[in-house]
T-cell receptor, first 115, second 112 residues
Framework: GAGVSQSPSNKVTEKGKDVELRCDPI?????LYWYRQSLGQGLEFLIY????????KSGLPSDRFSAERTGGSVSTLTIQRTQQEDSAVYLC?????????????FGPGTRLTVL | KQEVTQIPAALSVPEGENLVLNCSFT??????LQWFRQDPGKGLTSLLL?????REQTSGRLNASLDKSSGRSTLYIAASQPGDSATYLC???????????FGGGTRLMVKP
């Protein structure tokens, strides 16, 4: 595809369940980012992958959150034992290379609702 | 820690007006600044990227400037149209980080 794609577009789950969110970056982009957008918190960085380097997990809010990137392409963000405060839009972005010279392109997001 | 602020939080103007959206940041060690547009229920669309060595970028009716010394960026929209109605976000990429730090956004409404 031409842009970053994410699935599902919407996810409703019950408190305590695990969820997986998927991101397909733009083909050839080596850097991949996850952000979260919630009411009252704005857009927050979660995690960053660059090639085969260890990811920067400094933005993950708790150990219930994890992410992986297989084969340097598709990424999955997993939230275990979901809580109501996890309700937000989860946005994925990719850039050709890492670093500030490179424009980040965002996907449409996954809206997560935890009941 | 970088903090990014956008003023005003909301703006309503009649069609045809020229307008300026403001973005300020606390850490001048910024590597680039990116302006985005977000439509309701949608993701972010990149509008302009200004590198730290640049002062401004232009795309169509949009012009973005960057003044690192004062910690400010502005997005100028010429001859606004109802289709410009959206939330506009600025975000800075710091040398020491691997992520964008976002402002809270300016919600723009252009009335026909």
């Amino acid at each position: 595809g031409a842009g970053v794609s994410q699935s599902p577009s919407n996810k409703v789950t019950e408190k305590g369940k695990d969820v997986e969110l998927r991101c397909d970056p733009i083909s050839g982009h080596t850097a991949l980012y996850w952000y979260r957008q919630s009411l009252g918190q704005g857009l927050e960085f979660l995690i960053y992958f660059q090639g085969n380097s260890a990811p920067d997990k400094s933005g993950l809010p708790s150990d219930r959150f994890s992410a992986e990137r297989t084969g340097g392409s598709v990424s999955t963000l997993t939230i275990q034992r979901t809580q109501q405060e996890d309700s937000a839009v989860y946005l994925c972005a990719s850039s050709l290379l890492a670093g500030g010279l490179n424009e980040q392109f965002f996907g449409p997001g996954t809206r997560l609702t935890v009941l | 820690k970088q903090e990014v602020t956008q003023i005003p939080a909301a703006l309503s103007v009649p069609e045809g007006e020229n307008l300026v959206l403001n973005c300020s940041f606390t850490d001048s060690a910024i590597y680039n600044l990116q302006w985005f547009r977000q439509d309701p229920g949608k993701g972010l669309t990149s509008l302009l990227l200004i590198q730290s060595s640049q002062r401004e970028q232009t795309s169509g009716r949009l012009n973005a400037s960057l003044d690192k010394s004062s910690g400010r960026s502005t997005l100028y929209i010429a001859a606004s149209q109802p289709g410009d109605s959206a939330t506009y976000l600025c975000a800075g990429f710091n040398n020491a980080g691997n992520m964008l730090t976002f402002g809270g956004g300016t919600r723009l409404m252009v009335k026909p």
